[in-house]
């Protein structure tokens, strides 16, 4: 087969099923664990590794002073999304070799000699929970020095979360902290107060916090080594504010443990602008495809371009544009498809807007092979909408508004417009349920700060979507 | 029975009294003695299913007893009337009764008067005096031959003319016909024969026509679905050819698409594990593990020791002020 006279023609669904099922993360992970491994029998040790599907399971650690909530914290996020929750207590309660030999330092109360400790982790962590849930290590490691013998030991984290609080604060909480002794909750006398009665008849205090001294030294001891552990895990840490409420702390890190890191998979952008008339859509698509080198495809003025060409489908759309009626879907289908299976659409990727306008448009594009990756709802009151189409356009340039400069669009009456947005507005609620990993974006900013909005979108990865726990 | 029994013939009132246990009605034993069983205890039942004395069918029309002894004033006359008018048939029927039975079957009764015919009856039988003489002897007539009766019947015959059968006349025409006919026959035969044969011929020569045909039609339906198979082979063999074809464009497509998404696959790899920690400089981990710790615990002894230096010129300088004060 000769590669001049038939020239091989990758089929687009390729791609957008490697981007679909992450192909790429999966294979750098299949590939990590196979060299921090070494298996005697790598295939075997790959087909195992697949069939065990979980591979893209959550690895989080979470470090802070003392004081800083990481229990709680730890908990909530244990529970939303489902994974094992590890302390150097929960490690020693093991019952195994290694743990009976650590128990044995600290009833001596002496360190636990860092390899053992390491061993210990490591068992815990190659445990098949852990292996399937993945796991939340709350304050390990404590010290850059375990911090290194766990990166030797292969172990690394996705996502480390620090929570930092001002000194004043974390003293007072440590000295009204409680401990409830049934299920190892932490509430505070004053600011986190348990819920029933029962609960709080049994808490009692902590016995490592007693009294201010020794919480400062504590304190110390911690600040002397955050510094080196942020520098070990710099590339993947996350610095949250644990002073707010605690729920704005657990959103925050949910929101950091769900995204995920760039990746440097092979990526065609197909983006999908949806957004009333007059929200700066093909402004923005515009700049889009001028930055990224990607095809701009408006769906209006494809439709005039096609029936302007005299091709069979050109004269079959000229009667529905020319009395200014709505051109059937199963035509502009055709057409789009036709337009976006070309050479250029599938290897620079394309930037569609004015379709689709209704959920059976949707509908049909996402069963056509051309389903967009990523979807942006460009968000504006119905008056800017107005005021953008009735006064005047925008200069590009400039970024502002000219009352008489009309741009390639003709000036439209009020009347129309109000008619295009309510339409809009109509389809909008069903169009959004149908896209549910959209991202909306205000439209009512600057253009160029809703273009840099765009732009984060599109070159970050989406970020992981929970499963629906009933 | 004494057992079954109980009466009781006077009841403290004075009045007779008769009770007794009910009991089965004993049955008349056909073979065996009643007294015999009556000295033993056991009790002799029988079924009345199967007891004569029991009224059997329905009662409607039965002869009832009457209700009180007097008979019924109707019944009586009734009676009454039937027994007269049974007295008055027997009576009757005596008038008529004869004095000599019935004739028997086939016979009938005549009378006869037999007074004209009336003997009287003596002892003495009529007799009659008779004598016969028979004639001297004589010599016996010579027997005559025994010619014995004629048994059978005289017949005669006679051949008259014209009787007499002549072979030669009388076949030849008769073998003459039958000739004839057998010659007839023959030729017919012989020429069914001639005639079946020429059929045959022909028949043969058809066939033979006919098979040739018959071979030549075979000979080209062969052919012809020869032809066809082979087109329908050649047909699938090319659709195997395009579908491997586009197998093997499909399986060189996702190749190169793999090989082109995972360029970049392990350069990236490292790069991440680098970034975990996995892949270090051995050169700078040794430092940071060996080396500062010794070094951060040797400047520690120094400055202590410093410290302990300091400490005793501190108190040497006290002591030598405060003895120098004294003096």
């Known amino acids: ?470 | 029975m004494a057992s079954a029994l109980q009466p009781y013939n006077q009841d403290p009132n004075g009045a007779y009294v008769f009770s007794s246990r009910p009991r089965p009605a004993p049955t008349r034993l056909k073979y065996k003695d009643p007294a015999v069983i009556q000295n033993e205890e056991s009790y002799v039942y029988g079924n009345i299913m199967y007891d004569r004395r029991v009224v059997r069918g329905n009662t409607y029309a039965q002869h009832t007893l009457p209700l009180r002894s007097q008979p019924d004033p109707a019944e009586l006359k009734k009676q009454q009337e039937a027994r007269r008018r049974a007295l008055a048939r027997k009576r009757a029927k005596e008038q008529f009764r004869l004095l000599t039975p019935e004739a028997p079957e086939g016979r009938k009764h005549k009378d006869v008067q037999t007074e004209l015919y009336l003997e009287e009856l003596s002892d003495h039988p009529e007799d009659a005096s008779m004598g016969c003489q028979t004639d001297a002897f004589l010599d016996e007539p010579a027997t005559p031959l025994f010619i014995p009766a004629k048994s059978g019947k005289d017949v005669a015959t006679q051949i008259e003319e014209g009787e007499l059968f002549y072979f030669d006349t009388e076949v030849q025409p008769v073998l003459e016909v039958l000739i004839g006919k057998t010659m007839e026959q023959a030729l017919l035969e012989v020429l069914e024969e001639e005639e079946l044969a020429s059929l045959r011929a022909q028949q043969r020569a058809f066939q033979e026509l006919r098979n040739a045909e018959i071979v030549e039609v075979q000979r080209l339906e062969e052919q012809e679905r020869r032809h066809r198979e082979e087109k329908v082979r050649r047909l699938k063999q090319q659709r195997e050819v395009l579908e491997n074809e586009r197998v093997i464009a499909e399986k060189i497509a996702a190749r190169v698409f793999a090989q082109q998404y995972l360029a970049d696959l392990l350069p990236s790899v490292y790069n991440t594990l680098r970034d975990q920690g996995y892949f270090y400089d051995p050169v700078q981990r040794d430092i940071e593990t060996g080396f500062l710790p010794w070094l951060m615990t040797e400047v520690d002894s120094a400055l202590k020791k410093r410290e302990i230096v300091l400490t005793m010129l501190d108190t040497l300088i006290y002591d030598v002020a405060n003895s120098r004060q004294e003096t």
């Open chain 1, 1 to 470: 087969m000769d590669a001049t006279t038939k020239p091989l023609r990758i089929p687009p669904d390729m791609a957008t099923y490697a981007e679909k099922h992450d192909i790429f993360e999966l294979f750098q992970t299949l590939v990590r664990s196979l060299v921090v491994d070494k298996p005697a029998d790598p295939i075997q040790y790959l087909i195992d590794m697949l069939k065990r599907e979980n591979t893209d399971v959550p690895r989080v650690m979470l470090l802070g002073p003392p004081a800083s909530g990481k229990r709680t914290i730890a908990k909530k996020l244990c529970e939303q999304i489902g994974t094992i929750h590890i302390t150097a207590s929960n490690i020693l309660k093991d019952d195994s070799d290694l743990s009976r030999a650590a128990l044995e330092y600290t009833e001596k109360n002496q360190e636990i000699p860092q390899d053992l400790w390491i061993k210990l982790i490591q068992q815990r962590l190659l445990k098949a929970d852990c292996v399937r849930r993945g796991w939340v290590l709350e304050a390990i490691p404590k010290t850059r020095e375990e911090a290194l013998c766990l990166q030797e030991a292969g172990i690394a984290p996705e996502h480390v979360v620090m929570l930092q609080a001002p000194e004043s604060v974390l003293i007072e909480r440590s000295l009204g902290k409680r401990i409830d002794p049934v299920t190892g909750d932490v509430y505070h006398v004053a600011f986190m107060r348990p819920e029933s009665a029962e609960v709080a008849q049994r808490l009692e205090r902590p016995q490592s916090l007693i009294s201010e001294d020794v919480i400062y030294r504590q304190l110390q001891g911690f600040h002397r080594e955050a510094h080196a552990l942020q520098r070990t895990y710099k590339n993947c840490l996350k610095i949250v504010d644990a002073d707010q409420a605690h729920v704005d702390v657990f959103a925050q890190v949910l929101t950091f443990i769900l995204s995920r890191h760039r990746s440097s998979a092979p990526y065609t952008p197909r983006i999908l602008l949806l957004g009333p008339p007059g929200s700066g859509r093909s402004l923005q698509a515009r700049l889009i495809a001028q930055k990224y080198g990607l095809v701009n495809i408006c769906c209006g003025e494809l439709l005039k371009a096609v029936a302007a060409d005299e091709s069979s489908m050109g004269e079959l759309i000229k009667p529905f544009l020319e009395s200014g009626r709505r051109v059937p879907d199963s035509m502009v289908l055709q057409i789009l498809t036709e337009r976006l299976s070309r050479l250029d659409c599938t290897t620079r990727g394309w930037v569609l807007h004015g379709f689709p306008q209704d959920l059976e448009q949707a509908e049909a594009l996402q069963e056509s092979k051309f389903s967009p990756n990523r979807v942006v709802f460009l968000e504006m009151t119905d008056g800017v909408a107005v005021e953008g189409l009735t006064l005047g356009a925008i200069d590009p340039v400039t970024g502002e508004r000219h009352s008489f400069r009309l741009q390639h669009r003709l000036r439209e009456s009020e009347a129309e417009v109000q008619k295009k947005l309510q339409q809009y507005w109509r389809h909008v609620e069903a169009l959004q349920a149908f896209y549910p990993q959209a991202v909306r974006v205000r439209a009512d900013q600057d253009p160029h700060t809703v273009f840099e909005c765009l732009e984060s979108t599109l070159v970050d990865r989406l970020p992981k979507v929970l499963p629906d726990r009933a």
